[in-house]
């Protein structure tokens, strides 16, 4: 059969650091069964290290408990960063791990710029807790960043959410959770992610083809159907960029996700050096792919624009960036070659206030992370078939542009509504025949 190209702009982001490879050796996961305690020995002493990711937030907001923090000197990798009880001592203690030279300078100052402006966005919610909650989230994220800054975490081309001996998914849960406005975040066709439910549990395979806002865009998502589709929530598959995957600021976020992880087409000659080292771990990313939906049950998440959206540079008006028609050709011919039952749909996410992009496409890893507390949305369309789609269609190549723009076509049609109803404040009445806007149960306090 024919995979993606390894090259492909459909699958690849953003890319330059090789400190990170995709391991030449991976096995394909129907056979890996490594173990994360040999690669983080220091959590095996610690049955408690799930409580690291039961943060203060997810207790105050997610239930009526009133609990304090766990104290972190049980779970944590350094007393210097779990231990803190101030933004006095979380502040101090980067400085005094770049005094020890176990923190470069680089790292810290991005570290220090994020407290701040995830502090901001906290505090800009009104919650009378964010003063703890900023503590509690942002103790553990510092503990983990240092983690790996000391031992750096390798993705193999597929990788598996850490969800224990300390995990990783709920700590991106409770990072993100105080970032959004639940009263102000919109969910179209909930059924329709209910329908696809049903197509796991028959074996069947789904694809999301998507428009990609920001780094938040999968706890976003996990976020808003945490309360009526767990299921998809927890086992989403994102395909990658490789920034995500080295950035030592978000490699802990990407930690806790289903990745199936790839070097951006943008970015492959780069370093001319290291572009054929690019396209053998792209290979094995699409072999990986190939096998897991051979497998079925699978949900899948990829943006055909190859990156995230950025606005204007004119109107400053946001909107999802163009797909392109042959890595999504490519992707639909992956499905069908599966040997097993495949779904397309078309899915909008509106999301970028939360965690903006740099304006322009940045070769450097280390990019500034501006926060702030707003509404999101997410929106299902119905599947797309192609036959259906191009029937009247004289070519292959005329069918490949025509099927790339239906699914195209959808999500600006379901993002136009999400814009509508968060940034246009027009709420549940934005809603439209075809897109039916809810609201997540979120602890709405």
Known sequence: MSFLSPSSATLFFSATNPR?????????????????????????????????????????????????????SEFGYSHTFIDAQSEQDLLSGIQR?????TLPKHVAHSMEELYQNYKNAVFQSGNPHAEDIVLSNMRVAFDRMFLDVKEPFEFS???????????????GQNYIRPLID??????????????????????????????????????????????????????IIYVA??????????KPFSMGRDLLCVYSKKH????????????????????????????GSKVIWIAPSGGRDRPDPITNQWFPAPFDATSLDNMRRLVDHAGVVGHIYPLAILCHDIM??????????????????????????????????????????????????????????????????????????????????????????
Request: with cysteine; proline share 7%; hydrophobic share 35%.
């Open 97 to 101: 791990e770049v005094e020890a030279g």
């Open 241 to 250: 960029g490789d920034r995500v995957i080295t950035d030592p600021l978000c």
């Open 157 to 171: 081309p597929y990788h598996e959410a850490i969800r224990e001996p300390f995990d990783y998914y709920k700590f």
């Open 182 to 235: 639940f009263r102000e975040s919109y969910v179209g066709n909930v059924y329709l992610f209910s329908e696809i439910e049903q197509q796991l549990k028959q074996g069947e395979n789904v694809i999301l083809i998507s428009n990609h806002q920001s780094e938040a865009d999968p706890a976003v998502i996990a976020l808003l159907l945490e309360t009526t589709n767990p299921h998809i929530s927890e086992n």
């Open 268 to 295: 492959m000659n780069d370093v001319p050096e290291l572009a054929d080292m690019k396209r053998r771990a792209n290979t094995r990313s699409l072999k990986e792919m190939a096998l897991l939906l051979r497998g």
């Open 20 to 72: 990170v490879s995709l391991s030449p050796t991976s096995t394909p996961s129907s056979l890996r069964s490594r173990s994360i305690f040999r690669r983080f020995p220091y959590l095996a002493f610690s049955r408690a290290a799930n409580a690291a990711a039961e943060t203060f937030e997810d207790k105050k907001w997610s239930s009526s408990s009133t609990t304090r923090p766990v104290s972190g």
């Open 356 to 445: 903006p992009p740099p304006p322009q496409v940045e070769k450097e890893i280390g990019e500034k992370r501006l926060i702030s507390f707003n509404g999101t949305g997410i929106s299902l369309a119905p599947e797309i078939n192609f036959q259906k789609a191009t029937a009247s269609c004289g070519s292959p190549e005329e069918a490949k542009a025509a099927y790339s723009q239906a699914l195209y076509d959808s999500v600006c049609q379901q993002y136009n509504v999400l814009q509508s109803a968060i940034n246009g404040a027009k709420g549940l009445q934005a809603s439209t025949p075809s897109i039916s806007l809810s609201q997540p149960l979120q602890c709405l306090d």
